[in-house]
């Protein structure tokens, strides 16, 4: 009898350190490069057991293939950008871990670009971005979504893009998904309302920002709805930082006290309350304390603060699904609807309000 031909050696390992290629994939599957393409891509033309080898053997070596790579052969991008101009750091954290929950195991990958959205070269520089990283599409975040600017240029140079915005806007249906605002801030009007408070301030966000106008005017309709009136004394205008929460709570607290301040964003809640903290005034017993975004930071606050939940990763995932959506498939206007997370920091008015 014939011997026996020894089994064929294993196909040997990329070298420690080097990274695996699409060619090292298919040599140790032992199928074609075009195979482990359609299996990257979601092509269904493989057969299930050949896919599930090629990913098993894929996640083995720590092979990742490369986007811009993908774009070459594909003649189009793999990559979504996002615009932001924000000074609110965890917001865009929470907004970019959204994308990516979206993008997760699509072939897409996520660039970001901070812009200034009063500078007037703020257009010229999202087009160079998006024309040099040649985008599939781009996700607008507040503010950077608010005005038509952007989104006027993105559609001349012909790049899909998706807007998260406080509030309906002209603009197709399936490119917007709203966030409300305005209805979180009359929720919020209720809750102190409901509490008993005659004596509230408000600290908005920054004029320039719709999102600041939908809180404020949602927040004070809704307060003169039920029959309180906050003068223009009370009303001061903060930046969304931390730093400008402390100026307007020195500035409210140094006056007659409210006996509740409602801060257009956790941030500036935060700096109001450093200024009560310094005052030896108690939250809530002395000063309620109400914020918006309800971020991580609103857990982490003592007491911890009562704010609007206003689901920011999940706006950020929305947003990214829509962009890889099939084109022949669109989506229609998406809505996030805000909540009030009622915790710690506000409760019924104890005493009459006081001089500082």
């Known amino acids: 009898m014939p011997a026996r031909k020894p089994p064929a050696a294993p196909a040997p390992r990329p070298a420690a350190g080097k990274a695996a290629t699409i060619t090292d994939i298919a040599r140790l599957a032992g199928v074609s490069k075009k195979t482990v393409s359609r299996i990257i891509n979601h092509s269904p033309l493989v057969r299930k057991g050949t896919r599930e080898k090629v990913q098993a053997l894929m996640r083995e070596v720590g092979y990742a293939p490369d986007p811009l790579a993908r774009g070459l052969a594909f003649r189009r991008s793999f990559l979504i950008g996002m615009v932001f101009d924000n000074p609110t750091a965890q917001y865009i954290v929470d907004m ?23 500078s007037p070269d703020c257009v010229d520089s999202v087009r160079r971005f998006v024309q040099q990283q040649k985008l599939h599409g781009v996700i607008l975040v ?13 559609t001349a140079i012909n790049c899909n893009y998706a807007r998260i915005v406080p509030a309906d806007c002209d603009d197709q249906a399936g490119r917007l998904i709203v966030t409300h605002d305005r209805d979180g801030a009359a929720e919020v009007a209720g809750h102190l309302l ?29 307060m003169a709805a039920g029959g309180i009136d906050i003068p223009a004394s009370r009303i001061i205008e903060g930046d969304y930082s931390f730093e400008s929460g402390v100026a307007a709570g020195e500035t409210l607290l140094a006056r007659r006290r409210p006996t509740a301040i409602f801060c257009s964003n956790d941030e500036m809640a935060a700096g109001v309350y450093k200024v009560a903290a310094r005052a030896r005034m108690n939250i809530p017993r002395d000063l309620s304390v109400v914020g918006f975004d309800d971020s ?31 084109e022949s498939d669109p989506l229609p206007v998406a809505s996030v609807r805000p909540h009030l997370i009622v915790r710690d920091s506000t409760a019924e008015p104890l005493r009459a309000p006081a001089s500082a």
Request: net charge neutral; aromatic share 4%.
């Open 96 to 118: 970019q871990y959204g994308a990516l929950d979206a993008l997760r195991d699509s072939g897409y990958e996520l660039v970001v670009h901070p812009c200034d959205t009063r």
């Open 194 to 222: 409901a509490l008993g408070h005659t004596e509230v301030a408000l600290v908005t966000g920054p004029s320039s920002a719709r999102s600041a106008a939908e809180r404020t005017e949602g927040f004070l309709q809704a």
């Open 296 to 326: 991580p930071l609103a857990s982490l606050l003592w007491p911890s603060l009562t704010s609007v939940r206003r689901h920011t990763r999940e706006s950020g995932r929305i947003a990214a699904a829509a962009l890889i959506r099939a």
């Open 142 to 154: 507040p503010r950077a979504s608010e005005g038509q600017a952007l989104a006027e240029m993105l």
